[in-house]
């Protein structure tokens, strides 16, 4: 299989003040906190929204390693529903140092182009700084969404470091 090249970029928001909020969703549209993800859920929530993007890393995980890691108070997961449909899903996680990272984010095919993107992404940075943030940060990717690092600095986020690697896309 060939390989390729991805640039991966950090980014940070360093205050509250630095969100640039978009509210405006559908008026069916809710994002919420599931209480306590289970594996099913999750791995559904994961290729629903990463498979197109070519997200593997959690496909790895043992059903035992994911369990532990969603049981974590530091980690959280919050579903977009438009119409009582799954239209996407974050998931933070709290850093020892104070940090939200957010982890994973992004919206099922479906759903993308609709603005719900920027209002989930609002909801996300917002759920962080509730949860005491020093910081939010979060990467992007080459093979991610080609409007993914807009919206994140449209959001506000800096960049602040950038690396390449070679991966293989099956």
Do not use: K
Request: aromatic fraction near 10%; proline fraction near 5%; charge should be negative.
């Amino acid at each position: 299989m060939p390989t390729t090249t991805v640039t991966r970029t950090y980014l940070r928001m360093t205050s509250p003040t630095a969100l640039r909020p978009r509210r405006d969703a559908p008026p069916h549209a809710r994002v919420e906190r599931v209480a306590r993800c289970d594996v099913t859920l999750y791995r559904e929530l994961y290729r629903a929204v990463g498979e197109h993007w070519h997200w593997h890393d959690r496909d790895a995980w043992s059903d035992e390693r994911l369990a532990e890691h969603l049981a974590q108070h530091s980690v959280s997961v919050h579903v977009l529903t438009v119409h009582g449909e799954t239209a996407g899903y974050f998931e933070l996680q709290r850093h020892d140092d104070g940090d939200v990272e957010i982890v994973y984010f992004g919206l099922a095919p479906s759903f993308i182009g609709r603005g719900l993107g920027a209002y989930l992404l609002t909801a996300a940075v917002d759920e962080a700084w509730r949860l005491g943030a020093t910081s939010v940060w979060l990467h992007t990717c080459t093979l991610d969404h080609p409007a993914a690092l807009a919206n994140y600095r449209a959001r506000g986020f800096e960049p602040y470091h950038t690396e390449e690697y070679q991966t293989t896309i099956p």
